[in-house]
Structure formats: structure tokens, C-alpha cells
């Protein structure tokens, strides 16, 4: 039995709104497409997708879903497909249960489907905000949720067939893409039964084992979504069940994410960068570590086409040490900020804004 197991494909992200946005739909399509033609080489006998199809859970694109759909359609043409839903996924994907395509099952709560030569489990993601209203400790709580099905599936294990779990879900273990801010840790290792012949795991975005025993892998996004995942090996896997587990790496195309890092932003540092930039065809976030400073940011980016994020990062941050932030209202702060570069108009600018700030919250102050 022949498996390709993929995931977090974020269909509709948009990356860099802060900086310069920039629209990865393309490239996301042109990975999928590719992993179409890697499932149908191989003559796999299932595709089995662990969650994170769509970036926007509550309002995806238009031109997301129309590749989604047309992905998932190629993919349910050449084997069984199995939609597990992750934390990004859109509920309305629900409603494609309503065409009754053979092949393609959405999976939106804890199942196991039995096949012919297969036990198919299903985990997707907990949503932990429905466990807040419950006195106990919420993530005890889900993790006893979680716990009780893998308890179940422990049960429907039939050691004649095949026993594979497909699970969006954060182990203990492993460190997640920037892009997710807090890491709350779902499953232990130890928890997953170990009559399973293989463990499809989704949410981390990096390809890697993350169980030995039974074998489980995060299969990883197929493109690089953020400079957090500029190392990472990014693909999809290869899964072969026979008498033993053979789990084979595919790589798909994407663009090269890079941090160019440098102390300041001297000239020579700059013109460094310059002909760096020039053999770089990827996206390229640039760090100085030194103070920000605006203009070099704005030049950069307008500069450069590949340059999407322009950062600073201080002493303070470098140490994971907050920075002391001193008390100062917005008017104390912009009277600084004039100072040090219209010294001669100081007075006069602070009166203006202070007369702007008087009329924004006395008309804040007057709405409903
Ligand atoms: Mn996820």
C-alpha cells in the first residue's frame, strides 16, 4: 500500500502585509500540481491530506478555493482523498460533502473509516476554545478529549489490514514555524497506540519523524510560509506499508526564503547586501542588528524587489529580554521625536498635533 501524506498548504496566504504584501497563491498552486503528478507517477492508493488545506478559516478567497477545489478534485481522480481539518480550515469546506464525490472525504470530527486493507483513523484539530467554558483546566480537558479517541482507535485496530492515523495536532517534541505564536503542546509521544502501521501528522510546517515507535511523521507544508521555515526540507511523503514501513521523502518546487543578517547598516554593509541581492532571485528578509531606522527600511523595500521585511533587532530582544518601555503619552513621544529632528520647530509642531489629538478624541468622544 502506497501512501502520499501532505498537509498545511495554506491556499490563500498572503505573506508580508506589514512590509509588502505579497500573494503566494501561485506558487502554492504550482506545488500542488506538482504533488498531483507525484500521487499519480507513483500510483498511490490513498492521499491522505492532515489538515491546514486553506490559510483563512473565516473568510478564504474566492481564487483560493477555486484551486483548492481543483487540486482536491485531481487528487480524489487518482485514489481515495481524505480531507482532515486543521486549525486554518474553513467549516464551509463541509458543503462539498453535498456533491457525494466517491473519493473525496472531508473530515471534520474524530472517525475511523474502515477499507478494504485499511483502518483509517482520523484526529483533526481540538478546537480549544470549546473547552473554556468547562470548569476543569482547559487543556487538560482537551487533552483528556484527545486521549479518550486515541483510546477508541486503540480499539479498531485490526492487525490484518493496514492501521494508519491522520491527526492535526501539536506533540511534545517539536517546535512550530513563527507564524503560530503560542506552541500549546495537544498529544505526548507516548500517548499514540503503537498497533499503528503509521502516523500522519499535520500543523508543524517542517518536515520531520517525530515518532519512533509507532512511526509518525509531520510531512510539512509544501512551500516555505514565513523566514521561520527558510531551512526547512519542504515537501511531501512518500508512505509505503508492506512488511515494513518505508517512508520516502518528495520535495516540491518553491521560492527560496532568506535572511540576510548583518550588524548595521553601514555603506559597506549595504553595498554588501547590494550584490548579495543580485544572484538572489527568492524573498528576502533583511536583519540588522542595530537601532531601526525608517529610512533604511523604506529604501530597502523599494528598492529591492525581493527584499519583502526589513528588520531590526536590539540587544534587548536578542537576550529574549522585554525592553523597558518608559511611560510617555503620545504627545511626550512626538515632542522627542521633533526634537531630535526639527529642533527649531518644536513648539510650533507639538501645538498642531496637540490641537489635532484634542479634535480626534472629542469626536471619538461624541460617537456612539
Ligand atoms: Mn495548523
Not at 154 to 161: E, L
Amino acid at each position: 500500500m502506497k501512501i502520499l501524506h501532505t498537509s498545511d498548504w495554506h491556499v490563500g496566504l498572503q505573506s508580508w502585509a506589514g512590509s509588502k504584501a505579497v500573494d503566494r497563491l501561485e506558487e502554492t498552486r504550482q506545488a500542488l500540481h506538482f504533488l498531483v503528478d507525484v500521487a499519480e507517477k507513483e500510483r498511490v492508493d490513498l492521499v491522505l491530506i492532515a489538515g491546514d488545506v486553506i490559510h483563512s478559516r473565516v473568510n478564504p478567497r474566492i481564487d483560493a478555493l477555486s484551486v483548492l477545489s481543483e487540486v482536491m478534485v485531481k487528487f480524489s481522480r487518482i485514489a481515495p482523498t481524505f480531507l482532515v481539518f486543521g486549525n486554518h480550515d474553513w467549516q464551509g469546506l463541509n458543503s462539498w460533502k453535498n456533491f457525494q464525490l466517491k473519493n473525496l472525504h472531508i473530515i471534520e470530527r474524530p472517525a475511523t473509516i474502515e477499507l478494504d486493507d485499511v483502518v483509517l483513523s482520523f484526529l483533526p484539530h481540538a478546537d480549544y476554545q470549546r473547552f473554556l467554558d468547562i470548569k476543569k483546566d482547559p487543556v487538560a480537558r482537551m487533552r483528556e478529549f484527545l486521549d479518550s479517541y486515541l483510546d477508541e482507535f486503540r480499539r479498531r485496530i485490526n492487525p490484518s489490514k493496514a492501521n494508519v492515523l491522520v491527526a492535526h495536532a501539536m506533540l511534545e517534541g517539536c517546535f512550530e514555524s513563527e507564524r503560530e505564536n503560542a506552541i500549546l503542546y495537544e498529544l505526548k509521544p507516548g500517548s499514540f497506540p503503537t498497533g499503528f502501521d503509521y502516523v500522519a501528522l499535520g500543523h508543524v510546517h517542517s518536515q520531520m519523524q517525530i515518532l519512533q515507535q509507532p512511526i509518525g511523521w509531520y510531512c510539512g507544508s509544501p512551500i516555505a510560509l514565513d523566514f521561520g521555515e527558510e531551512k526547512d526540507v519542504k515537501g511531501a511523503l512518500l508512505v509505503e506499508i508492506s512488511e515494513r514501513i518505508i517512508v520516502r521523502r518528495v520535495r516540491t518546487p518553491h521560492v527560496t526564503l532568506k535572511t540576510f543578517e548583518y550588524e548595521d547598516y553601514s555603506l559597506s554593509n549595504l553595498n554588501k547586501l547590494e550584490s548579495e541581492l543580485e544572484n538572489f532571485s527568492g524573498y528576502a528578509r533583511v536583519l540588522f542588528r542595530c537601532v531601526p531606522s525608517n529610512e533604511v527600511r523604506k529604501h530597502l523595500l523599494e528598492r529591492y524587489e525581493s527584499v519583502v521585511k526589513v528588520e531590526f533587532e536590539t540587544g534587548w530582544q536578542q537576550h529574549g529580554v522585554d525592553r523597558p518601555v518608559e511611560k510617555k503619552s503620545l504627545i511626550e513621544m512626538y515632542r522627542d521625536y521633533v526634537r531630535r529632528k526639527y529642533p527649531d520647530f518644536e513648539e510650533d509642531m507639538v501645538r498642531v498635533v496637540e490641537q489635532l489629538l484634542r479634535e480626534v478624541e472629542q469626536s471619538e468622544a461624541t460617537q456612539d
